[in-house]
């Protein structure tokens, strides 16, 4: 009987054409065409970014610094027609002024200050007006200052002000140290992976997986509520609202077979559901990287699981489906109609993505009583099956945390089937 129960109920969301298609194809595609979407603006905006050439004010250049521009910029050029489509390194123009210290010291109200806060230009960097003075009498005068000024409320000047920092100056001081010493071979002990090409040590697909480990499990989580809840509100409180319930309950078929019947058959339509989700997902990783991956190339291929890898991640996930079809069909047995499900569910909804959210910001190994806590343990479990992380031990605390929750959900459910007041909506 309990059989019979499934397939009719499979039979009336498979039969709907309307409904397979707001629940299967709909989201399925919303995500897909959403996600490459999204994937490609972030990527355009990333390229722009490092393809913009940005605009730098020097004030009171010392004509050294003057002289390693150029330089720099003519190796710019070189391997710019080097590397063609592949290039990805800092560009710049210089413009070069003056000013007195009173202008210096209200550069931020100036005419230079209101270039930086309007865009006009992406960084100032200001020198002292004796600066090639005191590099020059670096053994008995003070070491001279670099000043920068940016705007944080800029993407263009936010970027180039660090490549300026830490790549442009910095290489304008090894320059002039070279012609201090006459070359830095003197002042330097060691060199770090000049020919060590291949340094990286990691399990295959470890990279991919981490850059997946951040997202996935949360929009996973999401999914898989979402797609039980879609259906799962009218699987009973919709029967229970059109009185199809009671002539249901009044058949002689035990109610624990009727509960069942509706838990299972709502499992096999979340994970149906999720399944289709998340194959959306997977087809829109070439374009949806940058967002979902932070850029790192991935693709099915790339995460190297074993057999053991995806039964562990299909147990989890199926783990997941129970405790969500259970909270989701107790709502629903509760509740004396759709809109009063879907009131109650709210919050819960609430709590799985708070839960989903939860293990983005979180870099510390996973302790394991995190791992026994009801709906953000399976994220968790989902994120270190990503990364190659979750031990066997853990998984089991995982696994057999969820079997409990849905054996006290399902025991909820069946009681709650057994009350008449409940049923009935007396």
């Not at 000043?147 to 409320?153: D, H, K």
């Not at 510390?364 to 399976?378: A, L, R």
């Amino acid at each position: 009987m309990l059989l019979v129960i499934v397939k009719k109920e499979l039979k009336r969301v498979f039969t709907d054409k309307r409904l397979v298609f707001s629940s299967f194809v709909l989201p399925a595609l919303s995500i897909f065409l959403l996600y490459s979407l999204m994937g490609n603006m972030i990527g355009n905006m990333s390229n722009e970014i490092d393809e913009h050439i940005a605009l730098v004010t020097i004030v009171n250049s010392p004509e050294s610094f003057k002289d390693y521009i150029e330089l720099y910029i003519d190796q710019i050029d070189r391997l710019k027609k080097e590397q063609g489509a592949d290039f990805n390194d800092f560009q710049l123009e210089a413009r070069y002024i003056d000013m007195t210290e009173n202008e210096i010291t209200n550069i931020k109200n100036s005419e230079t200050g209101d270039l930086v806060k309007l865009g006009k230009t992406d960084v100032v960097i200001i020198f002292d007006q004796s600066f090639d003075k005191s590099v020059e009498g670096y053994e008995t005068i003070q070491h001279p200052n670099v000043n920068t000024f940016y705007n944080p409320g800029e993407e263009y000047s936010s970027s180039a002000i660090s490549r300026i920092e830490y790549q442009l100056l910095t290489g304008y001081q090894n320059f002039l140290l070279e012609k201090r010493f006459d070359g830095l071979s003197t002042l330097s002990a060691f060199t770090v992976n000049i020919e060590n090409q291949n340094n990286i040590i990691a399990k295959e697909g470890q990279a991919a997986g981490l850059g997946m480990s951040f997202m996935m499990p949360m929009l996973l989580n999401i999914m898989l509520f979402a797609g039980a809840m879609g259906i799962g509100i009218d699987v009973i409180a919709g029967e229970k609202e059109r009185g199809t319930m009671a002539t249901l309950l009044l058949t002689p078929v035990d109610r624990k077979t009727i509960a069942f019947g509706k838990v299972l058959s709502l499992g096999i339509v979340a994970v149906i559901s999720a399944t289709c989700t998340f194959g959306a997902i997977i087809a829109s990783l070439p374009n949806a990287s940058e967002m979902l991956a932070g850029g790192t190339e991935v693709s099915i291929d790339s995460f190297g699981f074993a057999i053991g890898d995806y039964l562990m991640l299909l147990t989890v996930i199926i783990m997941q489906v129970g405790i969500f079809v259970g909270l989701i069909c107790l709502i629903s047995v509760i509740a004396k109609s759709v809109k009063e499900a879907g009131t109650y569910i709210s919050p819960i909804y609430m709590v799985v993505m708070i839960s989903a959210f939860g293990t983005i910001f979180t870099t510390q190994d996973v302790q394991m009583y995190k791992f026994m806590i009801p709906i953000m343990g399976n994220v968790f479990a989902i994120k270190e099956i990503l990364t190659f992380d979750l031990s066997l031990v853990e998984f089991g605390v995982t696994v057999g945390m969820s079997a409990v929750i849905i054996g006290v959900l399902l025991k909820l459910i069946t009681m709650a089937f057994n009350n008449e007041r409940t049923m009935f909506n007396t």
